[in-house]
Every structure is written in structure tokens, then in C-alpha cells.
């Protein structure tokens, strides 16, 4: 079992930074890849980003490649998404999430555990 608890979200403007982290508990965080999904007001959720338990190898949408960093420290079981040059559409409630199975990172249903969400608004 793990809990996931979000932080760092809020209001920014555009062009601006917000580092989010999510916080896991359970003693086998490393054993599990990690992921960042976000839901925009009225649209579905999607990927963000996901990084591997094993070697930290990580893979990003399209949308945030190149703004988007995600990294994991193992010894305190935290999952970051650095977010650089935000825009007005990456508003939105962002969810980490876990998951046991390697592969499909990108999909929803891949994963095992979720977090509650942290809201990020970027004005213009």
C-alpha cells in the first residue's frame, strides 16, 4: 500500500516556475515507477511525465518536454515535477501517481495508487 500527498502547486504567472513534489509513504517507494498526470477544467485527464524505479530513466509528453523536468530521491521517498516556462494551459489539478508494472507509463490505467491532486493556475 502507498499514500501519495501532493504539494507545491498555486498561482503563477506565465513564463514562470513551480517545482511540485509528491510525497509517497511505505517502505517500497523505489520499487515503484512514478508518474505525473494533470487534469485541465472540462477535459480529460492526461500524462505528464514518468520515471522508472530502477534506473530513473524517464519519459514526457509532448506538451512538456523541454519545460518539464521529473526526477525522484529514493531516500525520501519524493517524486518532483519541475515546471519551467509555464504557460496558460498547463492550468490545471496535477495527480502523481504509482504503479508496480513496468511499461504503459503513460496510461492511466497502468497505475496502482493515486494522489488527491494540487491545483496550479498559470495567469497571462
Known amino acids: 500500500q502507498v499514500q501519495l500527498v501532493e504539494s507545491g502547486g498555486g498561482l503563477v504567472q506565465a513564463g514562470g516556475s513551480l517545482r511540485l513534489s509528491c510525497a509517497a509513504s511505505?517502505?517500497?517507494?523505489?520499487?515503484?515507477?512514478m508518474g505525473w498526470f494533470r487534469q485541465a477544467p472540462g477535459k480529460e485527464r492526461e500524462f505528464v511525465a514518468e520515471?522508472?524505479?530502477?534506473?530513473?530513466?524517464?519519459y514526457s509528453a509532448d506538451s512538456s518536454k523541454g519545460r518539464f523536468t521529473i526526477s525522484r530521491d529514493n531516500t525520501k521517498n519524493t517524486v518532483y515535477l519541475q515546471m519551467n516556462s509555464l504557460k496558460p494551459e498547463d492550468t490545471a489539478v496535477y495527480y502523481c501517481?504509482?504503479?508496480?508494472?513496468?511499461?504503459?507509463?503513460?496510461?492511466?490505467?497502468?497505475?496502482?495508487?493515486w494522489g488527491q491532486g494540487t491545483q496550479v493556475i498559470v495567469s497571462s
Open positions: 501517481a504509482a504503479r508496480v508494472r513496468g511499461g504503459l507509463g503513460h496510461r492511466q490505467y497502468a497505475y496502482d495508487y
Open positions: 511505505g517502505r517500497t517507494f523505489s520499487s515503484y515507477h
Open positions: 520515471i522508472s524505479w530502477s534506473d530513473s530513466s524517464t
